[in-house]
Nanobody, 122 residues
């Protein structure tokens, strides 16, 4: 199982970015998959998770209504569309996969990819 995150960058407050997470060694309909982030000096926090088995998704309260997670099984890729970005969204974003029969807000990662940096600043 390998995960490769990309799409980070520098964006102004109120702007948008789309992160991608390319999966190899498994298909999205086998494992749950999601995003975490870690801001400088802070602990890593869960952001969102997705199951392509039933297209269910969950979000942290801090990003609900602004971020949208989706998956493309044909490309084995997970996306995170981030709109109305705020400075507090700054951090390294990681994608992770979970081997669990159902999806919940208690999503934890069994497999991790490297992170991609998102910086929201004017």
């Amino acid at each position: 199982v390998q995960l490769q995150a990309s799409g980070g960058g520098l964006v102004q407050p109120g702007g948008s970015l789309r992160l991608s997470c390319a999966a190899s060694g498994f298909t999205l309909d086998v494992l749950n998959i999601g995003w975490f982030r870690q801001a400088p000096g802070k602990e890593r926090e869960w952001v969102s998770c997705f199951s392509s088995m039933d297209s269910s998704s969950y979000y942290a309260d801090s990003v609900k209504g602004r971020f949208t997670v989706s998956g493309d099984n044909s490309k084995s890729t997970l996306y995170l569309q981030m709109n109305n970005l705020k400075p507090e969204d700054t951090g390294v974003y990681y994608c992770a996969a979970q081997n669990h029969p159902y999806l919940s807000t208690g999503f934890t990662g069994d497999y991790w990819g490297q992170g991609t940096q998102v910086t929201v600043s004017s």
